[in-house]
C-alpha cells in the first residue's frame, strides 16, 4: 500500500517554542492531507483538512494561528505548533489522500510531541 | 464532534476467540473504514466497506454493516496475542469529500 512518512516521530520542546512536523507522501501524490490529533487513551480528532496549493480548512475549535499548515506541495505538508504549551502535548497523525474520489486516507506513523 | 460510538469500548479474550467490536454513527455515509492502532504507533487500515454493501472478509476479518440501523461490526476470528491493539471504525460522510470521523475505539486485549 501507499506510504505516508512524518519526521520527526518524537519531539521534546520548551513551553513557548515553535515545533514543525512534516507528513510526505512517498509513493504517491497527495492532493488532500489531513491532520489528527490523538491524546491518551482517546480516538483521533480531525484539525484541519489542506488541499496542495490552498488553505487548510480547519475544524472548529482548532486555532488556525496556532496550527499553521502548509501544503505547498503534492507530497508535502507541515504543520507548525507555534508557541507550544504543555496543554498542547499530544500525538501528531498526518494521512494522505490522492486525488480522483480516492476513498482511501493512507496514515503516517504519527509524531508524538512533548511540551515542557 | 465525533459520529461514531464504538461498543466495547474495551474487550479481553483469550488468543482462539472471537472477538466482536461495533460502531454506530449518526449520518449518511459513502463508506465505513475499520482502522488498527498499536499502542503509540500510527494507524493500519483493514478494510472499507461502501455503503451498498452488507458485508465484507478479508482473512480473518469480517465486517458487517446495517445502514438502516446505521452501525457495523467488526468480527476478528480466531484471535492471536498479536491481535491485541486499539479498533477505530471511521465514517465517510455523504456530500462531505469522504473526510473521516473516527469512533472512539476499542480497546482489545487478547490473552495467550
Known amino acids: 500500500g501507499a506510504v505516508v512518512s512524518q519526521h520527526p516521530s518524537r519531539v521534546i520542546c520548551k513551553s513557548g517554542t515553535s515545533v514543525k512536523i512534516e507528513c510526505r507522501s512517498l509513493d504517491f501524490q497527495a492532493t488532500t492531507m489531513f491532520w489528527y490529533r490523538q491524546f491518551p487513551k482517546q480516538s483521533l480528532m480531525l484539525m484541519a483538512t489542506s488541499n496542495e496549493g490552498s488553505k487548510a480548512t480547519y475544524e472548529q475549535g482548532v486555532e488556525k494561528d496556532k496550527f499553521l499548515i502548509n501544503h505547498a506541495s503534492l507530497t508535502l505538508s507541515t504543520l507548525t505548533v507555534t508557541s507550544a504549551h504543555p496543554e498542547d502535548s499530544s500525538f501528531y497523525i498526518c494521512s494522505a489522500r490522492g486525488g480522483g474520489g480516492e476513498e482511501t486516507q493512507y496514515f503516517g506513523p504519527g509524531t508524538r510531541l512533548l511540551v515542557l | 464532534s465525533q459520529q461514531g460510538e464504538e461498543d466495547p469500548q474495551a474487550l479481553s479474550i483469550q488468543e482462539g476467540e472471537n472477538a466482536t467490536m461495533n460502531c454506530s454513527y449518526k449520518?449518511?455515509?459513502?463508506?465505513l473504514q475499520w482502522y488498527r492502532q498499536n499502542s503509540g504507533r500510527g494507524l493500519v487500515h483493514l478494510i472499507l466497506i461502501r455503503s451498498n454493501e452488507r458485508e465484507k472478509h478479508s482473512g480473518r476479518l469480517r465486517v458487517t454493516l446495517d445502514t438502516s440501523k446505521k452501525s457495523s461490526s467488526l468480527l476478528i476470528t480466531a484471535s492471536r496475542a498479536a491481535d491485541t491493539a486499539s479498533y477505530f471504525c471511521?465514517?465517510?460522510?455523504?456530500?462531505?469529500?469522504?473526510?473521516?470521523?473516527f469512533g472512539g475505539g476499542t480497546r482489545l486485549m487478547v490473552k495467550p
Open positions: 471511521a465514517t465517510a460522510a455523504r456530500g462531505a469529500g469522504n473526510m473521516l470521523t
Open positions: 449520518t449518511s455515509i459513502n463508506n
